[in-house]
């Protein structure tokens, strides 16, 4: 317990440093709970999720790092490894493949770079996974942007 | 000695004994002789019943219990020579193990092939990196800074801190198995953390539980080694690979086919077992049951069972169709003008043409085929309530008869182990007897005479076993409750062992002859080929004679003509045997004059 919290304020100032580092990836602590964070991430250029941007929900375990964070998209978002009703996400680092050394920020990056290179053969959202399957990108990314705009972008008045 | 006369023996001593215990008088005064005849009587029982076995056991030794000890004792010496070989530290050489499922000669072939391919999958680096020549680190993972010299590192020189280290190993081993395979926390880095960093920094928990890990990984993993299946044993059966029977008889007394790890199951092959075990839980019956059983009702499908009543049949609610239960068309449409409660005027009518057949026939068969598992399933089923019922008996004896009967009988409890082998012998023949119902129920249904031989054998087999049951069972008491004369006990002791190697004998053969699929009993379909099978047939039937009971014996005789006759028939062409019966007929005879079937 006092070794995640150790971690998570190292991590907090950090981030507090370098805030314009990477200017793609948002993360706040939440005021009161130092183990519940919120992150903004922008939509990777030249994908249909350009130009959105998603929010994302960690909670963090008391054994962090030694166990990973539970993620997940808070925005709606139609992607094949992300449960398009509860925004899980299916990503190997948030699993068995979890190594203590990676951080909350690079969690971020990997969930960006899983948002560029969709894995469709291990969907959470079958009809996305199948539009690609199926080879049919055009109708993926159609459907994709449309989320995107209804959901990740402002709204126009 | 022959068995057979051995039964007469015994059977005879009961008329026998009296006169000659009455001639011989009280044993007061020649006690020391009676002292020696009886030792002289145990070595005789000893040769003969106690020789065979350990030489059936001295054969089949092809396997070796290990325990707990033994296995880290294995594991160590192999461990020490892939160290010593391929000039590595102790731990390297154990994580090379566990890759290659602790086959020394293959980490031996990879490693002298291609070692920098085998270093890279494995995570052995070639040259130790240093940590960072820093007075104070980072932790990796606590992002803390320590001096130097409280950091620990992997060969790959990634430093963490001692609790970060402690904690990392302890989440992993608590993970399960997979800690075996631990790599440096760095993601990018594959070195293997092995057993010198887990011992130096893990817990005396986490440690014993990462040594039993390996241990299990060791027996798992090895292709040479499994598991005792019996509940509660923790001992590991070696085996050596490709040497005959896979039967093996684990340390605690339980036998298992180190092959599908099902119990023993001699003579009936693995596949047929699993078939078997899978009939035997399947779903399949149920679904037998209700084709046979019952109809769908009409209207809303479920099954229905008739169980009792007439033929007018109203739906449970909330269906509630009246139907016949015949024709399956709606009451309505019945009555007094269609034959009433109990017939069907439509039904038969319908049925004369042929409308039903279908139907009814797959019915029908759904009923053979369920009655015919039943049959066997049944013996099957009881055969394995009575091993477990001699088990048991077995152990009641063990605890607490043999004292009783020892202080009775004023006998040395060592001198009574020929109980004890008659019981054990029981126990094997249960196991034997059962296994062939579900080789019954696979014997091809066409192979009428193998069908038959294998029907006979069986037979034989259980009344074999009866007796021998009989005779540990309800003769023993006689023994148990009352103190008599050395000469009946004695007596007792040689019929008791000459049944249990009788026994032995006829059980030993019918595994054979099962095993090798009945096949010296075949159709004599090829005339050229008669001859050698009227060979082997009249030596596996003398082969199964020393087996025979009593009852048996004159059947032993007729199959020992019958094989004469047959080995003549490839020079008299006047005569044919008949396949069903194996009853020899004049060529004249269309219909075998035993059996009346059809040549």
Not at chain 2, 166 to 185: A, E, F, K, Q, V
Request: hydrophobic residues 30%; glycine residues 6%.
């Amino acid at each position: 317990m006092q070794a995640s919290r150790a971690r998570l304020f190292k991590e907090y100032k950090e981030v507090q440093r370098e805030k314009s580092a990477d200017p793609d990836i948002q993360l706040v602590c939440d005021d009161s709970n130092i183990f519940k964070w919120t992150a903004l991430i922008k939509g990777p250029s030249e994908t249909p999720y350009e130009g959105g941007v998603f929010q994302l929900a960690f909670a963090i375990p008391e054994q962090y790092p030694l166990l990973p964070p539970q993620v997940r998209f808070l925005t709606k978002i139609f992607h094949p490894n992300v449960h398009f009703k509860t925004g899980e996400i299916c990503l190997d680092i948030l699993k068995n493949a979890w190594s203590p050394a990676w951080t909350l920020q690079s969690v971020c990056r990997a969930i960006i770079a899983l948002m560029a290179h969709p894995e469709p053969d291990s969907p959470l959202n079958c009809d996305s996974g199948n539009l690609l399957r199926s080879g049919d990108v055009r109708g993926f990314q159609s459907m994709a942007r449309m989320y995107t705009r209804l959901a990740a972008m402002p709204k126009k008045t | 000695m022959d068995p057979e006369e051995d039964m007469h023996d015994a059977r005879g001593e009961s008329s026998q004994e009296e006169e000659d215990f009455y001639s011989e008088g009280y044993p007061s005064d020649g006690e020391d002789e009676d002292d020696d005849g009886d030792d002289a009587g145990y070595d005789f029982v000893d040769n003969d019943s106690d020789d065979p076995s350990t030489d059936v056991r001295r054969l089949q030794q092809n396997y070796t219990t290990l325990n707990e000890e033994n296995i880290s004792q294995r594991q160590a010496d192999d461990i020490n020579r892939v160290s010593t070989v391929l000039s590595i530290k102790r731990w390297e050489a154990c994580v090379l193990l566990r890759h290659y499922n602790w086959s020394v000669s293959k980490v031996h072939d990879e490693w002298f092939a291609d070692e920098e391919n085998v270093r890279k999958t494995v995570g052995l680096l070639e040259k130790h990196i240093e940590m960072p020549n820093k007075r104070e680190l980072t932790c990796g993972i606590c992002f803390e800074n320590y001096p130097r010299d409280t950091m620990k590192a992997s060969p790959c020189g990634h430093p963490f801190c001692f609790s970060c280290w402690r904690g990392y190993i302890s989440t992993s081993i608590n993970d399960g198995p997979g800690c075996l395979m631990l790599r440096c926390p760095d993601p990018t880095c594959r070195a293997a953390v092995g057993l010198d960093m887990v011992d130096s920094m893990a817990s005396r928990e986490d440690r014993e539980k990462y040594a039993r890990y390996l241990r299990r990984s060791y027996v798992e993993d090895n292709r040479k080694t499994k598991w005792c299946p019996a509940p509660g044993c923790e001992y590991a059966v070696e085996f050596v690979m490709g040497s005959g029977s896979y039967d093996v008889c684990c340390k605690c007394s339980y036998s298992f086919c180190w092959n599908c790890t099902e119990e023993a199951h001699r003579p009936v092959d693995c596949g047929t077992v699993a078939r078997w075990i899978l009939k035997n839980s399947a779903e399949s019956e149920n679904m037998n049951w209700i084709l046979a059983n019952s109809k769908p009702c009409p209207k809303c499908k479920r099954p229905i069972e008739k169980n009792q009543g007439c033929m007018h049949i109203t739906c449970t609610p909330p269906c509630k169709f009246e139907f016949c239960w015949l024709c399956l068309g709606p009451w309505t449409e019945h009555g007094e003008r269609t034959g009433g409660f109990y017939a069907c005027n439509r039904y038969e009518s319908a049925k004369q043409e042929g409308a039903y057949d279908e139907s009814e026939r797959r019915r029908e068969m759904a009923k053979n085929s369920l009655e015919r598992y039943t049959h066997y399933y049944e013996r099957w089923a009881a055969n394995q309530s009575s091993r477990q019922k001699a088990l048991t008996d077995l152990q009641a004896l063990q605890n607490e008869k043999l004292e009783k009967l020892s202080d009775r009988q004023s006998q040395p409890e060592s001198q009574l182990k020929f109980i004890t082998d008659a019981w054990l012998q029981i126990v094997e023949c249960r196991r034997v007897l059962k296994w062939t119902y579900a080789y019954g129920f696979y014997l091809h249904e066409n192979e009428h005479a193998k069908r038959q031989f294998f029907e006979y054998l069986q037979g034989e087999a259980e009344s074999g076993l009866e007796r021998l049951h009989q005779c540990a069972e309800k003769e023993l008491q006689v023994y148990l409750e009352a103190e008599t004369p050395l000469k009946d006990f004695n007596d007792f002791r040689t019929k008791l062992a000459g049944l249990t190697s009788v026994t032995r004998n006829y059980f030993e053969n019918l595994v054979r002859a099962l095993e090798s699929g009945l096949n010296d009993v075949g159709p004599s379909n090829s005339q050229a080929g008669s001859n050698q099978a009227a060979c082997s047939k009249s030596s596996s039937s003398k082969s199964l004679a020393p087996g025979k009971s009593k009852s048996g014996k004159s059947r032993t005789g007729g199959a020992a003509t019958s094989s004469r006759s047959g080995s003549s028939r490839g020079m008299d062409d006047s005569i044919w045997t008949c396949d069903s019966c194996t009853c020899t007929n004049p060529k004249s005879n269309s219909h075998c004059q035993a059996c009346d079937r059809h040549r």
